[in-house]
């Protein structure tokens, strides 16, 4: 194992130990119920603030984003810019009536609002496959992130850092990650602030352009290991020495693509390039820079219905995700909680500004990546081909890998917990104890789904949690608290159609299940058609069920739009000691 391989493990098992010991300092007050599953609502708004920023800021935030700019341009940018608006909904609409619901969990503010079981136990499901769909995104980057910067397996990622999250959250459960993920954002930040920094005057001082009407080309001889199968177009002749299945045939010494021509490289393929060659590119992305540098300049067909779906599973999912939402639970009013909401914003956008840097540096110093399709790691990669190989760009990296754990361990810490407290509480049943239990299946299924699922583009991925949770509970909790004619028939049906059409295109897309034309630009992105259903069949039914609207429901909706003051709020679920 070589120098550089060796200090970012280093990193990787400090953010590690840390985060286990800074959440272990949750260990001595986290006794009851409430401890575990709201931090007792104790949380300040500030506090509150950085420990939702660091779970927010997933892989998809950290790597994702920057691999799409590098990919896509500014095309991209659609993503950070939904994963940030979507707070302003979550300020305007959702975050301080559902903090004075009293609830601990997605379903339990169900059974506030309808008092009804069956609608209990499908909100129980959605919280789950939201849950494990979200962090199985996370695993797969670990597992990505120390295949990429080590020797090592990616299995052995994957399953390190589920062991450190199920831990963590073992120990104490909200009161502990609360801290744990307040000090990752920071960590976030840093991680990719500094080599921002670093690496924009290191640009400024190479005097190269992003605006050519040429192909990226690679800044030295490159040799590229194809990950994954993928499909490249050229713009330009290219020459290179293959060895592997390139276009259905066995390649073993020089192959020339002509321009304008496209091509399939099947994974295990090894491609060798000269300097100053022209890069291939994923096909249907811009193949110039400056096409690059304009938006909607890719050749996939539907590209507009993408962007729009793309928008509303964002803007919407934020809405209803339920690690999200449980983090509000832990105000202590509405008031803190939309205070909190009003910090996110500015914590996120600040953040925001790091990835897209980055990406975009991505595209001069690793273009490689558009070859083998792991534009994920593009940040990873990103210290060594600028700097070249010496102590600084080490030290770059080794801080770049240690943020990107952090990002998977928080994420994935406050998803387990999410799922965990649904687990417990509906499912189990138990006490205190069964806690540990809901804790061990909540980390382990997906763990087990990052070993054997196809990985797709990590922001695309998660996009796919956005859209389930844009189809079920963005409308359930939107009418909910803003429309009293919601009924339980209502909201089941709707969380029912909404979850099916979006869960169908999940299970496709990741088991690779071909499609063509607008089907597949569905497929990977749902929300245009599954969330407006959604909204529509619980209005439909409703109305057709007006009479089973709750006879107090002008009470109900009182209590969560009402100031605190008035006394009128109260919190759910009495503690349990254990």
Known sequence: MGTTALVTLICLAIVALVSVAIGSLGVRMARTTSDFLVASRTVGPTANAAAISGEYLSAASFLGVAGLILKDGPDALWYPVGFTAGYLGLLLFVAAPLRRSGAYTVPDFADVRLRSVPLRRVCTLVVIVIGWLYVLPQLQGAGLTVATVTSLPGWSGVVSAAIVVIASVIFGGMRSITFVQAFQYWLKLTALAVPVIFLVLHFAGDRRSFDRPAPPEFPADTTVSVQTDVTLEVSQPVSFSARGVLD????????????????????????????????????????TDASWLTPLSGKREYQLLEIYSLILATFLGTLGLPHVLARFYT??????ARRTTVVVLAMLGAFYLMPTLLGALSRLYVPQLLVSGQTDAAILRLPAAALGENWLATALGGLVAAGAWAAFLSTSSGLVVSVAGV????????????????????????????LFASRLDLAQTVVLAFAVAA????PLLVLGIWWRGLTDRGAIAGVAVGGALSAVSVM???FDVGATGWVSALLIRPAAISAPAAFLTMIVVSKLTRKRVLSDVDHVLLRLHAPERLGLSRDRLPDAAG
Not at 251 to 277: I, K, M, P
Not at 331 to 336: F, L, P, T, V, W
Not at 471 to 474: D, E, G, P, Y
């Open 331 to 336: 105000n202590s009013d509405g008031r803190a």
């Open 471 to 474: 189809s079920t509970f963005c």
């Open 248 to 287: 259905g045939r066995q390649e073993n010494g020089l192959v020339r693509w002509q321009q304008g021509t496209t091509h399939t490289v099947q994974q295990g393929a090894s491609l060798t390039f000269s300097a100053g060659t022209s890069v291939p590119v994923v096909a249907g992305t811009p193949q």
């Open 508 to 510: 496709l897309s990741l």
């Open 423 to 450: 687990l417990f509480t509906d499912v189990l049943k138990g006490r205190l104890r069964s806690f540990t239990l809901a804790t061990l299946i909540a980390g382990t299924v997906p763990m087990v789904l990052a």
